[in-house]
């Protein structure tokens, strides 16, 4: 697992010294955002030891206990947006948002006292992680009009496909979050607080992407992607 997380940071160009690269020359955006993006993901700290624990479907069905009430039993969360699913959801991206939360860089008052270190340790969320991974994916998710689909679905693939890939399937291994079958009103409030500058720990590159999007483009998106289905990549035997 060790290797696994080496690997991984130097495939991402990540590493615990990101933070203390050189200035980059005033002016130079391009190496502005290679920064930034370094410094989107470390690799270190509590994050680096749960992704190299091994984790364990059964305690983290049983540390999901703590769960159930905001994001449902079966981890569908809600319809209307205000918890997302996440059943199915990689574990390298749960692993992620968890610690993220917990270590100030992204914001989310009402997650932070169930994500709190006095209630769930980095094995914890490994298990956690490990357990959520591995659910089905109902398709009774909230879905938008689904009108101009055919727009959004050209939207998509110019602008997201490469991080989310063609089916919303996400990149376990870079981080990037399936979008497949999430509820469209979290996708929509998201990627206007991402757009708005309101959503901390939001991708650089998605930043500078989604920047130029009326909020009618951002709907159409959501509606789509909402409907988008792909399957999770999985341990052969979760158990």
């Known amino acids: 697992m060790k290797n696994y997380v080496l690997a991984l940071s130097i495939a991402l160009g990540i590493s615990s010294l990101a ?33 190299s624990a091994k984790g364990d479907y059964l305690r983290g069905e049983i540390t999901y206990e703590v769960c159930r009430g905001c994001h449902r039993p079966d981890a569908n969360g809600r319809v209307d947006g205000k918890y997302p699913r996440l059943a199915g959801q990689h574990d390298t991206v749960l692993i992620k948002q968890l610690t993220d939360i917990r270590a100030g860089r992204r914001g989310n008052p009402k997650m932070l006292p169930f994500a709190d270190d006095h209630v769930i340790n980095a094995q914890e969320i490994a298990d956690l992680a490990k357990y959520l991974s591995h659910l089905p994916i109902p398709a009774n998710n909230g879905k938008g009009e689904g009108a101009y689909l055919e727009r959004a679905a050209k939207i998509y693939d110019a602008d997201c496909a490469e991080c989310h890939g063609k089916n919303g399937e996400g990149i376990r291994e870079k981080f990037y979050p399936r979008v497949a079958s999430q509820h469209f009103a979290y996708l929509e409030n998201n990627m206007l607080a991402i757009r708005d500058g309101k959503r901390m720990n939001s991708y650089p590159k998605m930043v500078e992407v989604i920047k130029k ?10 509606d789509y992607m909402s409907r988008q ?5 999985r341990d052969p035997q979760p158990r």
């Open 19 to 51: 933070l203390a690269a050189e200035p980059v020359t005033k002016g130079s955006k391009q190496a502005t955002l290679e920064q930034a993006e370094a410094a989107w993901n470390p690799i270190e700290g509590e994050k680096l030891i749960a992704l």
């Open 213 to 222: 999007y009326k909020d009618k483009d951002i709907t159409l998106l959501a």
């Open 229 to 233: 289905q792909s399957e999770p990549q």
